[in-house]
């Protein structure tokens, strides 16, 4: 595994650098003087005070269209993989936010494989496989098979509700305790779940980037 091992002048991709999770990572990568590379739509919401002495490149482009993903991964070493489009416009249509999801994956693993990169870390959905299993989560489980079937290893982390300010399902707790004291409640709601704190995710996934053998390998990050 010593090939998969990050070198001082390696360069980083983050994919979703702008996210709730992509924030928090690029602040703590570039903490530990990590080279990165974000690929974002608007490189306006990327911060100024982010840029500022840091050693980051940011490149426009699409995923889901294939813009500037050539560019993006060329000299990486490592990609994170942090994009959904759950939050998008499509978010009510299964079968449309599904099929952005898989196009964006494919896209990226074409451009990986082109450029050599030798691994991508993955950020997925933790849930019982199944003919149960939501869209949401199948759609997260059809993106690290795709992800793991490119020549790169795949390290691809399952996590459940992520608890921490910003961050959307944090939000919904949030709204639900103070403006909804009560309420019916469906029977979905006895499904109990694996919550985890933001900055445990991300020492997660800060630990599976500095260690090499977990290249190639799937973690349940879930909590208690």
Same mark, same amino acid.
């Given at each position: 595994?010593?090939?998969?091992?990050?070198?001082?002048?390696?360069?980083?991709?983050?994919?979703?650098?702008?996210?709730?999770? /992509?924030?928090?990572?690029?602040?703590?990568?570039?903490?530990? *003087?990590?080279?990165?590379?974000?690929?974002?739509?608007?490189?306006?919401? %990327?911060?100024?005070? +982010?840029?500022?002495?840091?050693?980051?490149?940011?490149?426009? /482009?699409? +995923? %889901?269209?294939?813009?500037?993903?050539?560019?993006?991964?060329?000299?990486? @070493?490592?990609?994170?993989?942090?994009?959904?489009?759950?939050?998008?416009?499509?978010?009510?249509?299964?079968?449309?936010?599904?099929?952005?999801?898989?196009?964006?994956?494919?896209?990226?693993?074409?451009?990986?494989?082109?450029?050599? +990169? #030798?691994?991508? +870390?993955?950020?997925?959905?933790? /849930?019982?496989?199944?003919?149960?299993?939501?869209? @949401?989560?199948?759609?997260?489980?059809?993106?690290?098979?795709?992800?793991?079937?490119?020549?790169?290893?795949?390290? $691809?982390?399952?996590?459940?509700? $992520?608890?921490?300010? /910003?961050?959307?399902?944090? %939000?919904?707790?949030?709204?639900?305790?103070?403006?909804?004291?009560?309420?019916?409640?469906?029977?979905?709601?006895?499904?109990?779940?694996?919550?985890?704190?933001?900055?445990?995710?991300?020492?997660?996934?800060?630990?599976?980037?500095? *260690?090499?053998?977990?290249?190639?390998? #799937?973690?349940? $990050?879930?909590?208690?």
């Amino acid at each position: 595994m010593d090939n998969f091992a990050l070198q001082p002048n390696d360069r980083v991709l983050i994919l979703g650098g702008t996210g709730f999770i /992509g924030k928090r990572l690029v602040s703590e990568l570039t903490g530990r *003087n990590i080279r990165l590379r974000l690929l974002v739509r608007n490189p306006s919401k %990327v911060s100024a005070a +982010i840029l500022q002495n840091r050693d980051i490149e940011v490149v426009k /482009g699409d +995923i %889901v269209r294939g813009e500037g993903l050539k560019e993006a991964a060329r000299g990486i @070493h490592t990609a994170y993989y942090l994009v959904h489009s759950m939050g998008s416009k499509s978010m009510f249509k299964s079968t449309e936010f599904a099929g952005m999801d898989k196009d964006a994956a494919k896209n990226f693993i074409s451009s990986a494989d082109e450029a050599g +990169i #030798k691994r991508v +870390i993955y950020l997925g959905g933790l /849930g019982e496989t199944g003919k149960s299993l939501s869209e @949401h989560l199948r759609s997260r489980e059809e993106v690290a098979e795709i992800l793991s079937a490119g020549k790169l290893h795949a390290t $691809i982390l399952r996590a459940a509700i $992520i608890i921490g300010a /910003g961050g959307a399902s944090f %939000v919904m707790l949030k709204y639900l305790v103070e403006r909804l004291p009560v309420m019916i409640c469906p029977k979905w709601i006895d499904t109990k779940i694996q919550p985890i704190a933001v900055k445990d995710v991300l020492a997660y996934l800060t630990g599976c980037l500095l *260690n090499p053998a977990t290249a190639g390998k #799937k973690f349940d $990050i879930g909590g208690p």
